[in-house]
């Protein structure tokens, strides 16, 4: 993850979204199985002792330094479901990706330093025993946990690792000093709903709704798009806006304020608007999520709609 935007709000009227967040557009499945995964454990933190597994090692896109990402393994965390690889092919290319539940723990991070001495972090990430069996057998697992990792030690620690040419270390299994490590039991509650969920088609029978929120953002602005869905499992509809921000190279530079009608996006620096847009309905603002797509430079807003 990633980098936060927490710009001060130029407006005491409109509430500020501050989990604006950049992410790759490939790797939103990447995160919604990460919140699915850390929904599987309970609720009273334990120490354990888990075993050292693989050691990867990456390349960190906010600073000069390497990361380190050690894969362990404990008993102590519960098993997911027994799948074949081909059975996990199928689930990863289906619309249904948080199917298939791993459950993991994120240990504290803790200062080391790389192989020529200079300052690096370590992260641990902890599976079950028997799953990291199947982890360090299977190309296929491996890969889906060692990005299910990333992903994790990204929203949590608020970093950004390249998930290009990272190097998994044949002769080391773990790097640095491993702290203490407890597990944090969690339940089975389902997580609210999170910047990951957004669907972008609209539900067959919004054709009114539809056509009512593009007329408006047509108006306004060409770079904006509007769709209203409703999400499996959920009573409320969702307002998902998608802003192109074609010159936008950092969420940094741009400050976000979310009201329950309008939306307004304002150049960090100077304070300059960049969009201003009146909605023609009313969101939940306390339950949106907004995150900035490189790959496709576009911002995507989700909101429950309280309202037309």
Known sequence: MTTFLDAPSTSSTFPMLSNLVPEDEQNREIREAFDSAMAVLADKPKLCNPSKGL???????????????????????????????????????????????VPLSLGLPHDEQDKSGKPSMAYDVI??????????ESELFRTFVILLAVQGVEDKYNIQLSRENYVILQNKKYWGTMPEHYIQNRGTAKPGPLIDEIETMPPPNSSLAKYSLA??????????????VQKPGR??????????????????D?????????ILLQKSASGEVELDLYLPLQLNVESAR????????????DAPILCN
């Open 127 to 136: 599976i079950n025993s028997k799953f990291f069996c199947k982890v360090a």
């Open 254 to 262: 741009i400050s976000l304020d979310l009201a329950k009608d309008r």
């Open 215 to 228: 007329s408006t953002a047509a108006n306004v602005d060409p770079r904006v798009r509007l769709s209203r």
């Open 290 to 301: 907004a995150q900035f797509d490189y790959k496709t430079r576009a911002l995507r807003i």
């Open 55 to 101: 050691c990867i090692k990456f390349r960190r896109f906010d600073s000069d330094q390497k990361a380190f990402i050690n894969l362990c393994h404990t008993e102590e965390i519960p098993s997911p479901k027994e799948l074949s690889e081909g059975e996990l092919a199928r689930i990863l290319e289906s619309d249904n990706f948080t199917a298939y539940r």
């Open 235 to 252: 009573t409320a509809e969702h307002l998902v806006a998608e802003i192109k921000l074609a010159d936008l190279h950092s969420v940094k």
